[in-house]
T-cell receptor, first 114, second 113 residues
Framework: GEDVEQSLFLSVREGDSSVINCTYTDSSSTYLYWYKQEPGAGLQLLTYIFSNMDMKQDQRLTVLLNKKDKHLSLRIADTQTGDSAIYFC??????????????FGKGTKLSVKP | EAGVAQSPRYKIIEKRQSVAFWCNPISGHATLYWYQQILGQGPKLLIQ????????DSQLPKDRFSAERLKGVDSTLKIQPAKLEDSAVYLCASSLGGEQPQHFGDGTRLSIL
């Protein structure tokens, strides 16, 4: 089956690094995604990683993928108060005609304390 | 590049009434998705269109929900009649297709009284 698990809450101090973890179940996913949702807004695509990569870095964001353990993480360096939001991990299983359908976790609420 | 546009932003109706949401995807995006996001949950796919054809509507409650994308651009999602459990944010997303990243609109927040 398809299931994406994330811890629900994370609290960090401004300037520290944040690490948000995610586990997924479908090994057919070609890409894995991280989205950010601020209150009252839609989902903003932060970054995504191809399944044959171990790591992807994009400015303050680092994505690590352990395909063997089906574990994905998002590290935010020098976390700022503006990073406070809910972060969603998503997989994109390959089956039938539903290529591209995203399966989301419940989201991790990141709180950044000044 | 203009993002995915959705309207209205908010809607309050009574149960058993009807409601419709509208989505205009990013120009050139062939694939359009409607998701339902219940409070405290991640979005769940309702329906996926490729141009004006339905690719996946297996999670759409077809006894009350309907969606169309007649000209392969804009899309409407309708609920008729609404139930209390339909209270949620309805998100529209679009992509170039395949496993290209999906880009989301700000959603329509629906409250059922």
């Amino acid at each position: 089956g398809e299931d994406v698990e994330q811890s629900l809450f994370l609290s960090v101090r401004e300037g520290d690094s944040s690490v948000i973890n995610c586990t997924y179940t479908d090994s057919s996913s070609t890409y894995l995604y991280w989205y950010k949702q601020e209150p009252g807004a839609g989902l903003q695509l932060l970054t995504y990683i191809f399944s044959n990569m171990d790591m992807k870095q994009d400015q303050r964001l680092t994505v690590l993928l352990n395909k063997k353990d089906k574990h994905l993480s998002l590290r935010i360096a020098d976390t700022q108060t503006g990073d406070s939001a809910i972060y969603f991990c998503a997989e994109s299983p390959n089956y039938g005609g539903s290529q591209g359908n995203l399966i989301f976790g419940k989201g991790t609420k990141l709180s950044v304390k000044p | 590049e203009a993002g995915v546009a959705q309207s209205p932003r908010y809607k309050i109706i009574e149960k058993r009434q009807s409601v419709a949401f509208w989505c205009n995807p990013i120009s050139g995006h062939a694939t359009l998705y409607w998701y339902q996001q219940i409070l405290g949950q991640g979005p769940k796919l309702l329906i996926q269109f490729q141009n004006n054809g339905v690719v996946d509507d297996s999670q759409l409650p077809k006894d009350r929900f309907s969606a169309e994308r007649l000209k392969g651009v804009d899309s409407t999602l309708k609920i008729q009649p609404a139930k209390l459990e339909d209270s949620a944010v309805y998100l529209c997303a679009s992509s170039l297709g395949g496993e290209q990243p999906q880009h989301f609109g700000d959603g329509t927040r629906l409250s059922i009284l």
